[in-house]
């Protein structure tokens, strides 16, 4: 806990350092055209179409 406190007053914030996050597995500017070509696609084709797994049930 002290530790903690140190380090909050040192860097005035004790919030937590926020990380790098993953790079996205869909490129959103194909997504988008993808959906405007095919506007009748069920979300069982859609991932298919981009390589990833579907997580609906």
Same mark, same amino acid.
């Given at each position: 806990m #002290?530790?903690w406190?140190r380090?909050?007053r !040192?860097?005035?914030?004790?919030?937590p350092?926020?990380l790098?996050?993953s790079?996205? =597995?869909?490129? *959103? #500017?194909?997504l988008? #055209?993808?959906?405007?070509?095919? !506007?009748?696609?069920? *979300? =069982?084709?859609a991932? !298919?179409?981009?390589g990833? !797994?579907s997580?609906?049930?």
């Amino acid at each position: 806990m #002290e530790n903690w406190n140190r380090k909050c007053r !040192q860097e005035d914030s004790c919030f937590p350092k926020r990380l790098g996050g993953s790079e996205k =597995k869909i490129n *959103l #500017e194909k997504l988008e #055209e993808y959906v405007k070509k095919i !506007q009748d696609t069920t *979300l =069982k084709k859609a991932p !298919q179409e981009f390589g990833v !797994q579907s997580i609906t049930g």
